[in-house]
């Protein structure tokens, strides 16, 4: 079946710059998306991209779309200790299900 | 501001106890969605609903029910509560008009079966 696969954990130094990974395996999702969680918190859409883009930026956010390796990351420039949180990887077809994965807990060390 | 909101932040049941969790939303979005959070493992859907009274299975139904009256309300239920349901559980919501299906999170309930 579908899937999500993103890895567990990331730590950086303050003011350095995260990049979180994360390979899919349906081909069909027409939108990837970053949700990001804070300690306590229900998830928030942090950003997304459609599946018909290279690349999309916004802000200290960029996200690049790799379609043909099924590949998508999140870098986070000049990481902030208020970044740190899990962030989740997903797609989908716009429709009623999401694939999330299993989130990156981010460490940012002061 | 947009809200989902969850009836408790934090639950301790008895195994076999009957367990209800409710979730609201104000925003009028059709769709609604339960999922569980385990470590490693990320979100799993049980449940959706995307009409008053319609529900369709997620990726790990057993051991849930769910029951959507109101359209803002959507309650997921544990007909008799076992210890591997030990989880945090989320609601979600999202709105068919949206051309990217954003998904609005409620707080979670983190719910312990003993």
């Known amino acids: 079946g579908e899937d999500v696969e993103q890895s567990l954990f990331l730590s950086v130094r303050e003011g350095d710059s995260s990049v979180i990974n994360c390979t899919y395996t349906?081909?069909?999702?027409?939108?990837l998306y970053w949700y990001k969680q804070e300690p306590g918190a229900g998830l928030q859409l942090l950003t997304y991209?459609?599946?018909?883009?290279d690349m999309k930026q916004d802000q200290r956010l960029t996200v690049l779309l790799n379609k043909k390796d099924k590949h998508l990351s999140l870098r986070i420039a000049d990481t902030q200790t208020g970044d740190s949180a899990i962030y989740f990887c997903a797609g989908g077809t716009g429709g009623f299900k999401t694939i999330f994965g299993a989130g990156t807990r981010l460490f940012v060390k002061a | 501001d947009v809200k989902v909101t969850q009836s408790s932040r934090y639950l301790v049941k008895r195994t076999g106890e009957k367990v209800f969790l409710e979730c609201v939303q104000d925003m009028d979005h059709e769709n609604m969605f339960w999922y569980r959070q385990d470590p490693g493992l990320g979100l799993r859907l049980i449940y959706f609903s995307y009409d008053v009274k319609m529900k369709e299975k997620g990726d790990i139904p057993e051991g849930y029910s769910v029951s959507r009256e109101k359209k803002e309300r959507f309650s997921l239920i544990l007909e008799s509560a076992s210890t591997n349901q030990t989880s945090m559980y989320l609601c979600a919501s999202s709105s068919i008009a949206g051309s990217y299906n954003e998904q609005f999170f409620g707080p979670g309930t983190r719910l312990t079966v003993l």
């Open positions: 349906d081909s069909s999702s027409t939108y």
């Open positions: 991209i459609f599946s018909n883009m």
